[in-house]
């Protein structure tokens, strides 16, 4: 059975430092997996979405990188800002056959401090 | 951002009574989700749609239905509302199966 874990499950950090995030899961049959943030009390906002076949993918400060033989994602966030303060939660798309359920992790919630 | 308007945004109702909520996306993508969230559990899968009158269940599908007639609409119900069903709900679409999803600012729910 795939499980998505997000550890920490919150982190606090001070403005300017370079931070990952990390998203680990356990069967590497992965279609695919996609990043979000949620600010409190709002809807989830896609970031990254990568394929099994990609190894990273980069937005502005953001870049999620991809090692399934690991089961690992990163999600790398370069000069925090306190606006990056938010949720973030992983999303891994199983690959099977035609049934490729999501499967989601709690997430980290993340404090950048001015 | 994509265009999905989830209505009521907020909802305060009594056990036994019927709920409707309302997804309506813009982006003429052929799904959409509805989810709910709670602490603890993450996101959970409720019911989701991929076409006009094509639905299917999710993982936590007892005590909701849903209807797709159109497909810019997408309405979950909740035929008895019960204590258990007090969340958070989103409804979410994607232009293919596998697609990058996008969300809904949510409708919270609460049933006394």
């Known amino acids: 059975k795939q499980e998505v874990t997000q550890i920490p499950a919150a982190l606090s950090v001070p403005e300017g430092e370079n931070l990952v995030l990390n998203c680990s899961f356990t069967d590497s049959a992965i279609y695919n997996l996609q990043w979000f943030r949620q600010d409190p009390g709002k809807g989830l906002t896609s970031l990254l979405l990568?394929?099994?076949s990609q190894r990273e993918q980069t937005s502005g400060r953001l870049n999620a990188s991809l090692d399934k033989s690991s089961g690992r994602s990163t999600l790398y966030i370069a000069a925090s800002q306190p606006g990056d303060s938010a949720t973030y939660l992983c999303a891994v798309r199983l690959d099977a056959g035609n049934n490729r359920k999501l499967i989601w992790g709690l997430g980290t919630s993340l404090a950048v401090n001015p | 951002d994509a265009g999905i308007t989830q209505s009521p945004r907020h909802k305060v109702t009594e056990t036994g009574t019927p709920v409707t909520l309302r997804c309506h996306q813009t982006e003429n993508h052929r799904y959409m989700y509805w989810y709910r969230q709670d602490p603890g559990h993450g996101l959970r899968l409720i019911h989701y749609?991929?076409?006009?009158?094509?639905?299917d269940k999710g993982e936590v599908s007892d005590g909701y239905s849903v209807s797709r007639s159109k497909t810019e609409d997408f309405l979950l119900t909740l035929e008895s509302a019960t204590s258990s069903q007090t969340s958070v709900y989103f409804c979410?679409?994607?232009?293919?199966?596998?697609?990058?999803?996008?969300f809904g600012e949510g409708s919270r729910l609460t049933v006394l």
């Open positions: 990568i394929q099994s």
């Open positions: 749609s991929y076409g006009v009158k094509d639905t």
């Open positions: 979410a679409i994607s232009e293919g199966v596998n697609g990058e999803l996008f």
